[in-house]
């Protein structure tokens, strides 16, 4: 595979939207409405990395409903994966330099930016309460993100850093894609501890670790590959954590080099975005998808590639229901977005 591909597989959101804007598996929708004002407030904003005029990937701060928007980075490869720190001053996210995927930080409108970290495969960073610490994966190259993945947590400030589990029984099994609780008393991450990835809660440190999330299924036998569970993300009130549940991309067409139309919608049919209680209950199918995230105000959002836009549709749930929210141009590819605080 050769190192633009290999680059697709890491950075593109680990989802599908890069790769399957054009294969179908398109659900029936309702018509999406348009952002819902509520009175006396502003519009909030956010941090969405997509496509600039050249392809490549660049951050842009923009109001909710895609207004106003202004680019931060002048990357020559491309910056996405974007986390705002909890107190708004700074901004951390993966840029790819070469060979490989480092970390950086800057000032939340993208001045100072500075390396992190530059060693190896480094994706989806995630703050600490502190805005002083952060987590993210480092994966090994040559293969799925998560399937070799450990968890580290550095102080952007000294610049020091360590894996963030320790216990060696831990590090027996893959950790990855970890999302810290906003009160960092606990993280989710994904781990094939199980046996196929799930999505895990344990304490900051990694212990009294416990699967939270039951699939409907372990196994699709019609496609004959495994149901995966990723990308988790709590809620604003830690009460709640959304993830990713579907048959990994890594089984689709464009990754086995064996065409199968028929199969890839079968699969691309399985992503969904699902919420569980922090306490494993009250698990519900929020829809079709990939990439959830949280509204300051606690509502989920999920993405999935829509034809008439040429792109990836982010929506959003509201007290009367789905809107879209239009924050990726018509036309463009994304590699995710962050909520401003």
Same mark, same amino acid.
């Given at each position: 595979? *050769?190192?633009?591909?290999?680059?697709?597989?890491?950075?593109?959101?680990?989802?599908?939207?890069?790769?399957?804007?054009?294969?179908?598996?398109?659900?029936?929708?309702?018509?999406?409405?348009?952002?819902?004002? +509520?009175?006396?407030?502003?519009?909030?904003?956010?941090?969405?990395?997509?496509? *600039?005029?050249?392809?490549?990937?660049?951050?842009?701060?923009?109001?909710?409903?895609?207004?106003?928007?202004?680019?931060?980075?002048?990357? *020559?490869?491309?910056?996405?994966?974007?986390?705002? %720190? $909890?107190? /708004?001053?700074?901004?951390?996210?993966?840029?790819?330099?070469?060979?490989?995927?480092?970390?950086?930080? %800057?000032?939340?409108?993208?001045?100072?930016?500075?390396?992190?970290?530059?060693?190896?495969?480094?994706?989806?960073?995630?703050?600490?309460?502190? %805005?002083?610490?952060?987590?993210?994966?480092?994966?090994? $190259? =040559?293969?799925?993100?998560?399937?070799?993945?450990?968890?580290?947590?550095?102080?952007? @400030?000294?610049? @020091?850093?360590?894996?963030?589990?320790?216990?060696?029984?831990?590090?027996?099994?893959?950790?990855?894609?970890?999302?810290?609780?906003?009160?960092?008393?606990?993280?989710?991450?994904?781990?094939?501890?199980?046996?196929?990835?799930?999505?895990?809660?344990?304490?900051? *440190?990694?212990?009294?670790?416990?699967?939270?999330?039951?699939?409907?299924?372990?196994?699709?036998?019609?496609?004959?590959?495994?149901?995966?569970?990723?990308?988790?993300?709590? %809620?604003?009130?830690?009460?709640? +954590?959304?993830?990713?549940?579907?048959?990994?991309?890594?089984?689709?067409?464009?990754?086995? /080099?064996?065409?199968? #139309?028929?199969?890839?919608?079968?699969?691309?049919?399985?992503?969904?975005?699902?919420?569980?209680?922090?306490?494993?209950?009250?698990?519900?199918?929020?829809?079709? =998808?990939? !990439?959830?995230?949280?509204? #300051? !105000? =606690?509502?989920?959002?999920?993405?999935?590639?829509?034809?008439?836009? =040429?792109?990836?549709?982010?929506?959003?749930?509201?007290?009367?229901?789905?809107?879209?929210? #239009?924050?990726?141009?018509?036309?463009?590819?994304?590699?995710?977005?962050?909520?401003?605080?």
């Amino acid at each position: 595979m *050769d190192t633009k591909r290999c680059a697709v597989l890491l950075i593109s959101s680990l989802v599908f939207l890069a790769l399957t804007g054009n294969t179908g598996a398109e659900e029936p929708e309702e018509e999406p409405g348009e952002i819902e004002l +509520i009175p006396n407030r502003p519009l909030r904003e956010v941090i969405v990395s997509h496509t *600039d005029g050249n392809g490549v990937l660049q951050l842009y701060c923009m109001k909710e409903d895609g207004s106003g928007s202004r680019q931060l980075t002048y990357s *020559d490869h491309g910056c996405r994966m974007p986390a705002c %720190s $909890p107190d /708004g001053e700074r901004l951390a996210y993966v840029q790819q330099v070469g060979h490989g995927l480092s970390l950086w930080v %800057s000032n939340i409108n993208g001045k100072n930016s500075r390396v992190l970290t530059d060693d190896g495969r480094n994706l989806l960073p995630c703050w600490l309460p502190d %805005s002083k610490h952060i987590v993210w994966m480092k994966t090994q $190259p =040559g293969h799925e993100p998560s399937s070799k993945s450990q968890i580290h947590l550095m102080n952007v @400030e000294t610049g @020091e850093s360590r894996r963030l589990f320790t216990d060696p029984e831990q590090l027996k099994f893959s950790n990855s894609m970890p999302a810290v609780s906003p009160k960092g008393d606990r993280i989710a991450f994904v781990s094939n501890r199980s046996g196929a990835m799930r999505i895990w809660v344990s304490n900051l *440190d990694g212990s009294n670790a416990r699967q939270i999330s039951k699939p409907e299924m372990d196994y699709h036998h019609a496609i004959e590959a495994p149901i995966e569970q990723k990308v988790p993300a709590w %809620s604003p009130d830690s009460k709640w +954590i959304a993830h990713w549940e579907g048959v990994e991309m890594i089984h689709l067409s464009a990754f086995t /080099g064996v065409r199968d #139309p028929e199969r890839d919608q079968m699969i691309l049919a399985t992503f969904h975005v699902w919420v569980v209680g922090s306490d494993g209950k009250n698990r519900r199918k929020v829809g079709r =998808g990939d !990439d959830p995230n949280w509204s #300051p !105000d =606690g509502f989920v959002t999920r993405a999935f590639p829509d034809r008439e836009r =040429g792109g990836p549709k982010v929506m959003i749930e509201t007290p009367s229901g789905e809107k879209e929210l #239009p924050i990726v141009p018509r036309q463009e590819n994304w590699g995710r977005f962050t909520w401003k605080p």
